[in-house]
């Protein structure tokens, strides 16, 4: 199988941390590095991390819950999206920022259930959406980004379900102006 430039990286780091625990010395790292960024398969990878200790990713959860009740919840910066988000809220405030999020797969599934509250997902540029398994009830939903039926590409892709009454839903990318984004 072939390597995506994301985990060439990921070995790259492999071999930056092996030298500085001591395991490699820098003529070693400079033949491993060359080869790695050479590589075009798995299998011609295993030569060059074959001798150094894998250390285990953490696990991350297939599924997370995010309960909000009556106040503000913001989630932004780096962190690590399951492949299912469960979003409880009641007359409250939830943005989930994933610009600069870790993904563990490329298809998010989002269950909102939600009654007069309001939810802004910002999305990663080249993300993709789909809102329409979403059952609105005297509520706004609206949706800056692609649908997923719409544009065809590598980036992530979120399927969002469920029900909101009297709520707002928006779903985005990240706004720029200048050096400013919101």
Do not use: C, H
């Not at 993904?103 to 259930?113: D, G, H, I, K, M």
């Not at 993709?128 to 800056?144: E, G």
């Amino acid at each position: 199988m072939r390597l995506s430039d994301a985990e060439r990286e990921l070995v790259v780091a492999q071999l930056n941390a092996a030298v500085s625990e001591g395991r490699l010395t820098l003529a070693e790292f400079e033949e491993r590095i060359d080869g790695v960024l050479r590589s075009r398969t798995f299998g011609e990878i295993e030569p060059y991390v074959g001798d150094l200790p894998q250390k285990s990713p953490l696990a991350v959860p297939e599924q997370m819950e995010i309960r909000n009740q009556s106040s503000n919840l913001k989630r932004q910066g780096r962190w690590t999206v399951p492949r299912r988000l469960l979003i409880n809220s009641r007359s409250g405030s939830i943005k989930l920022d994933f610009t600069e999020a870790i993904f563990a797969t490329t298809v998010v599934e989002v269950r909102l259930e939600a009654r007069s509250s309001s939810i802004e997902l910002v999305l990663p540029a080249g993300a993709r959406a789909d809102i329409d398994s979403i059952a609105p009830r005297s509520s706004t939903l609206k949706q800056r980004v692609p649908a997923v039926y719409d544009a065809a590409g590598p980036g992530v892709v979120f399927k969002i379900s469920g029900e909101v009454r009297s709520s707002n839903v928006r779903v985005r990318y990240q706004r720029r102006f200048w050096r400013w984004r919101w």
